[in-house]
């Protein structure tokens, strides 16, 4: 029933990890100026977005002196092309899957129709060619992104190198002012030979995190700064489980925007915690200090109770490089109002547990295995929905909805619950091991919705479950 998967293979252990050839013996070069990401083209006019998109298998020299490695891309490219529309465009994209399998393109976090939205229900067959095609609506301004969603295989085509970014642009942006960059954080894991390796049990059960986390395909890259720059970075955590702590301790940096878009005001930060799924706009202005590193790092962050090893070390992601001095860009004080979301008309629990037990129903959601057949939950388009997302399991899941953003109300800690301190659009939130969030959302649109971990081997495992709004 789950395609590509040896359910006699998942269990604990860290197998994997010792059967992993080390980074530095594969000789991937690192240290490289930052890409930037290749835009797919548009061949629409004014207020139009119409372009292609071919899934297939594509060999890129990676490791020199080794054979080329074998991806599967969009376009040929990794990442795939960044898709650059505005708010209230009509968008027509042709897929054509060109792999050996089923696949469906999801746009991760925008509200679009839900036969328009790649659900694992309406999958594009080898050979097969579809249209996906909606509206951007007005304040729909945000960095999504776009990736495979098709039954049990969702997890090896994200990580053979399937996904790309999606970011809709406001004409009133009020930091349209500042230069972009845009950084799309994945992970790779390489076997010996330079291929990208086959999930092995750890994976299937802690998740898949490989020797690599690259920024735009590549291996710690060097991004550009002045002393006193302000630059907007766009920050996608493209990986398919690693939990991202990031900092960036010699600069100054603000919060100023989360998965659905500017938040209402900027927020000074010290570390970002950025799950499978998640993305972040932050404002970053270079203060360059002896003493501190001038890096992007992620730092040590554990997973939860009953997990293996996993990273205690801090990873250097991209140096940050000096580049003279500039006069520091104003950063407006107010960016974008956002309202509360009023009482809930629906409450609901969403019990996120684990059943090592059961090999083949492993993760589960209130206690089932993902059934596309099934509807998990009905609810009606329009209406306020509370959810309390509670873990009773050991180690972290990232909680995503597909069709809509939520506002995150509250969270427990150790149990005890605290009030969230701004409000802020998300399509992902970490559900750390044990704890509960409780969010509110309305589906503004009706149709077959999937919840999920995004945790892309979980997700692939059964924990996904069905929201079915009716209009
Ligand atoms: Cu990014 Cu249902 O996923
Ligand atoms: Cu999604
Ligand atoms: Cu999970």
């Not at 080794?66 to 891309?73: D, E, I, L, S």
């Not at 986390?213 to 060097?222: D, R």
């Not at 972040?280 to 040590?300: C, D, H, Y």
Request: charge should be negative; charged fraction near 15%; proline fraction near 7%.
């Amino acid at each position: 029933d789950m395609p590509g998967m040896d359910h006699a293979a998942m269990g604990h252990g860290a197998g994997d990890v010792a059967s992993m050839p080390a980074a530095d013996s594969l000789g991937l070069p690192r240290g490289l100026p930052l890409s930037s990401l290749s835009r797919l083209q548009n061949h629409g006019g004014a207020g139009r977005l119409v372009g292609q998109l071919a899934a297939a298998p594509v060999k890129l020299p990676l490791l020199p002196g080794k054979p080329a490695t074998t991806f599967w891309a969009y376009n040929g490219q990794i990442p795939g092309p960044a898709i650059v529309a505005w708010e209230g465009d009509a968008v027509s994209l042709q897929f054509t899957n060109q792999l050996s399998q089923p696949s469906t393109i999801h746009w991760h976090g925008m509200p679009v129709p839900a036969t328009q939205d790649g659900n694992p229900h309406d999958p594009v067959l080898p050979g097969q060619t579809r249209d996906y095609q909606f509206r951007l609506p007005a304040d729909s301004a945000a960095s999504y992104w776009y990736h495979p969603h098709p039954h049990g295989y969702t997890g090896q085509q994200a990580y053979m190198g399937l996904a790309g970014v999606f970011v809709v642009k406001s004409r009133h942006d009020p930091l349209a002012h500042l230069p972009e960059q845009w950084l799309v954080l994945s992970d790779l894991k390489l076997d010996a030979q330079g291929q990208i390796a086959a999930n092995g049990a750890a994976d299937q059960h802690d998740g898949r995190e490989g020797q690599f986390v690259l920024i735009n395909g590549g291996w710690q890259p060097v991004i550009g700064l002045a002393e006193g720059e302000r630059q907007r970075w766009r920050i996608w955590n493209a990986c398919s489980a690693r939990i991202l702590k990031l900092a960036l301790p010699a600069h100054d940096v603000q919060l100023v925007g989360t998965d659905g878009g500017l938040i209402a005001t900027p927020r000074g930060i010290d570390t970002l915690l950025l799950s499978p799924g998640e993305r972040a706009e932050i404002v970053i202005t270079g203060r360059f200090a002896a003493g501190k590193a001038s890096a992007l790092q992620a730092l040590p962050y554990h997973r939860g109770k009953a997990m293996g090893p996993e990273q205690s070390t801090t990873l250097t992601l991209a140096t940050i490089s000096r580049t003279g001095s500039k006069a520091t860009a104003e950063l407006p004080t107010t960016l974008r109002p956002i309202a509360g979301l009023g009482a809930p008309a629906v409450k609901r629990v969403v019990e996120f547990s684990e059943n090592m037990a059961d090999p083949s129903a492993m993760f589960l959601i209130n206690g089932k295995k993902f059934d596309m057949n099934r509807v998990d939950f009905s609810g009606k388009v329009g209406q306020v929905e509370e959810w309390d997302i509670v873990s009773q399991a050991h180690m972290d899941h990232p909680f995503h909805i597909h069709g809509t953003q939520f506002q995150v109300l509250a969270r427990t800690d150790d149990g005890v619950w605290q009030d969230e301190p701004f409000l802020a659009w998300r399509d992902v939130v970490n559900i750390p091991a044990g704890e509960t969030v409780r969010l509110r959302f309305v589906q503004h649109l009706p149709g077959l919705r999937m919840f999920h971990c995004h945790i892309l081997e979980h997700e692939d495992a059964g924990m996904m479950a069905t929201l079915d709004v009716q209009a």
